[in-house]
């Protein structure tokens, strides 16, 4: 679980961790099993893979989850309580990837269920084992229908990854009042035609 404990100790990671009350607790949690931890990556320590791509990707994946397990009312609760969970479960042990997956599956949110089946797997897949980074286009346009009403219609379309490949897209409109509210989509997107919403 190389890419976590180095996500919680890189500092933008552990000054937003801190700043929500879990900065040192997540830090205390440092004894991992590199070597039945270590993924798909071999580490050599003359090519600065670690540096490049291990620092932040656990800064990144850290930050997706409590993302995703963010909302309006409860803002960071969620994700403080599951960090919490992993901590006390796992202090002074030996965590990996898997137990922190299981720690996560514990306590997702129903919109993080993208595979209904209870399972982080798309996730951890994707992001956590995989390597491949996805691209995301943003079209969009405003009509007036014959009622006189607005219409958005909007397209976001996925890019640079297979098709198994999954991500929560969160959608925000800035309101003319200055409120933000979530758009909530619900389809499924389709790989080569993106979501289309009105």
């Known amino acids: ?45 003359g090519t600065g893979i670690a540096r490049r791509l291990i620092y932040p990707k656990g800064a990144y994946v850290l930050h997706m989850i409590r993302m995703m397990m963010w909302d309006q009312r409860t803002k960071d609760d969620h994700f403080k309580e599951t960090m919490k969970d992993f901590v006390q479960t796992f202090a002074n042990r030996v965590a990996t990837t898997e137990d922190f997956k299981a720690v996560l599956e514990k306590h997702m949110l129903p919109q993080m269920n993208l595979t209904k089946n209870g399972k982080m797997d798309w996730f951890f897949d994707d992001y956590v084992y ?31 990854v297979g098709d198994h490949f999954r991500m929560l897209v969160p959608v925000y409109l800035e309101l003319a009042d200055g409120r933000v ?16 919403v009105q």
């Open 1 to 45: 679980m190389a890419w976590a404990q180095s996500g919680a100790n890189s500092d933008p990671t552990y000054v937003a961790l801190r700043n929500i009350g879990l900065g040192s607790e997540v830090v205390q949690v440092t004894n991992f099993d590199l070597k039945r931890d270590a993924g798909t990556f071999r580490l050599n320590s």
């Open 181 to 196: 509210v979530p758009v909530q989509i619900t389809a499924k997107i389709d790989p080569h035609r993106g979501w289309s």
């Open 130 to 160: 995989g390597t491949q980074l996805p691209s995301y286009q943003f079209t969009s346009s405003l009509e007036t229908n014959p009622d006189h009403d607005v219409v958005l219609s909007f397209k976001l379309t996925q890019s640079n």
